[in-house]
């Protein structure tokens, strides 16, 4: 894969003339203004609008793109110094105080992208700030941005940031779909809990990582230190999640009220032996 400007074409020994010529035969594509590639597809012209115009940094759904390690995709957006737009490509002006790179093509911080997508970028900042010290990295880059869009912040307010899991993610925007907004990977008593729900926590147990004894024994007393200090503790597993989300949503709720001294109505997974409802047994 290759891409030229018409300066280094022409050092290479091509006329004017050949390069229009080699377009015609399909072995140049033209980019933009001076700009050239020998493939046309989205990663080869990104690559080349790089190359070619050097003050420019991916954004939006492409910069998401990037930073999930997806495929690329028609149209790029990018920001530069300067308004552009081409087959296939839109640069808006901007500034760009925030920027880096990823496997090798300029993007704008995952932050600042997202303000290009801000009702579709719950992928990008879920994965950019997951685990442990996701929230703070965040609350650090909404600082610095010191505006933050009210579309973006409803999309945060609906993201599972600091999650590490994907079943944790699920639990979550669900949580948040129906007006419950648990923290994630909070801290109590030295231990990390999933998720915390005021007085409740919430454990979502993974197959592989608790195999192990020594991993079964570290839950037991994580679990008893949450009690002590005055937490409930809910422990779902993973299979819970995928395939009866909705009673552990339930369940959630109706533990919640009881937390505070309600009697609900409790859904068939705690009034029920797990073998009679549950589709992994």
Not at 111 to 121: D, E, T
Not at 229 to 251: K, M, P, S
Request: hydrophobic letters at 35%; charged letters at 25%; one cysteine or more.
């Amino acid at each position: 894969m290759g891409e030229w400007t018409t300066a280094e074409l022409r050092g290479r020994g091509l006329s004017k003339n050949a390069i229009r010529h080699k377009v015609r035969e399909g072995k140049l594509f033209r980019v933009h203004r001076g700009i050239y590639t020998d493939k046309w597809t989205p990663l080869a012209v990104a690559r080349a609008l790089a190359h070619g115009l050097s003050r420019i940094h991916f954004t939006g759904k492409t910069a998401q793109e990037i930073y999930l390690g997806r495929q690329l995709t028609f149209p790029l957006e990018a920001e530069g110094p300067r308004t552009l737009k081409g087959k296939n490509f839109h640069v808006s002006h901007s500034r760009l105080r925030a920027t880096c790179k990823i496997n090798g093509l300029p993007v704008v911080q995952p932050l600042w992208a997202a303000r290009k997508i801000s009702r579709a970028c719950r992928p990008l900042l879920e994965e950019h700030y997951r685990g442990k010290h996701g929230p703070g990295r965040l609350e650090r880059d909404r600082r610095r941005m010191r505006r933050v869009p009210k579309p973006l912040k409803n999309t945060i307010r609906r993201a599972a940031i600091g999650a590490d899991s994907p079943p944790e993610r699920t639990l979550s925007r669900q949580l948040r779909a129906e007006g419950i907004y648990p923290e994630h990977n909070v801290l109590i008593a030295g231990y990390r809990f999933d998720l915390r729900i005021g007085k409740l926590v919430v454990e979502v147990d993974g197959w592989e990582y608790h195999k192990h004894s020594v991993t079964f024994q570290a839950d037991r007393s994580k679990q008893n230190a949450a009690v002590a200090h005055g937490y409930t503790v809910l422990r779902f597993t993973a299979d819970d999640i995928n395939h009866h989300l909705n009673q552990a949503i339930l369940l959630i709720k109706a533990t919640l009220d009881v937390v505070k001294g309600g009697k609900p109505k409790l859904p068939s997974s705690a009034t029920q032996p797990y073998w009679t409802w549950h589709r992994c047994v």
